[in-house]
């Protein structure tokens, strides 16, 4: 929404509802996540948020898109991403995997 006269605000709707809470919910996350790793001593390991909706309608094509950063997709797309090789060597990625596990553990 905006534009031209006013400033470009970015909204998420599900439905016909504004659920643009759950971006920053994302953003929240994504934080905590920063820290425990950055407490660690990883903070160069870099950190993504995304929003995954299961039973949603998305078009055929295209679709996916992001929201101040936050990724919005479907859970093919997601899954797509995160089987997609990245910068980290195994090492790094046992040692985050450690950090991450010890800072939220299974409730």
């Known amino acids: 929404m905006g534009g031209l006269f006013r400033p ?8 016909t509802r504004d659920q643009t809470k759950l971006v920053q ?9 920063r820290a425990a790793l950055e407490a660690a001593g ?10 995954c909706f299961v039973e949603a ?6 679709g996916s ?5 936050v990724g919005v997709l479907w859970p093919k797309k997601l899954a ?7 910068a980290l ?8 995997h450690r950090t991450l596990a010890a800072a939220f553990p299974p409730a």
């Open 42 to 51: 990883s903070a160069d390991v870099p950190v993504r948020g995304a929003l």
């Open 25 to 33: 919910g994302v953003h929240k996350q994504v934080d905590l996540v």
């Open 80 to 86: 797509e991403q995160l089987a997609t090789p990245g």
């Open 89 to 96: 060597d195994d090492a790094t990625t046992e040692r985050v």
């Open 8 to 15: 470009l605000v970015e909204m998420l709707v599900v439905g």
């Open 65 to 69: 898109f992001v929201i101040d950063g």
């Open 57 to 62: 309608d998305w078009p055929l094509l295209g």
